[in-house]
């Protein structure tokens, strides 16, 4: 191969891993006994948070800024996509002692 073909084929590789966008992950965040699992996570903007509520009762995970407010019925899930960057703190509205903090990077 010559030496400029070998260069272009580099660069081509070099801007096409730019263009492809990383993938969103989903972290599952389950609460259980009145207790939020993990208590405080990492995420990115772009990322699915699956709340898992695996009590006999609702709960919420309601946020103190206002981004989100969602609601668990027993035995069932909810998700949310994380659409800006900052520390999110929230909680149960049902039992207020249920707290936990989002991480979210850009």
């Known amino acids: 191969m010559m030496p400029g073909r070998l260069a ?17 992950a989903t972290i599952r965040i389950t609460m259980e006994n009145l207790v939020i699992s993990p208590a405080e996570m990492s995420a ?8 898992i509520n695996k009590d006999v009762f609702a709960h919420t995970a309601t ?13 069932k899930s909810a998700t949310f996509v994380l659409k800006k960057a900052g520390a999110i703190d ?10 936990a903090t989002l991480k979210v990077a850009p």
Do not use: Q
């Not at 990115?44 to 709340?51: L, Q, S």
């Not at 929230?90 to 707290?99: E, F, G, I, V």
């Open 63 to 75: 946020s103190e800024n206002g981004d989100f407010d969602v609601n668990l019925p027993p035995k």
């Open 44 to 51: 990115k903007v772009g990322d699915t948070i699956e709340w």
């Open 8 to 24: 272009s084929i580099a660069l081509a590789v070099v801007l096409l891993s730019m263009v492809v966008p990383a993938r969103a």
């Open 90 to 99: 929230y909680y149960c509205r049902y039992h207020p002692n249920m707290k």
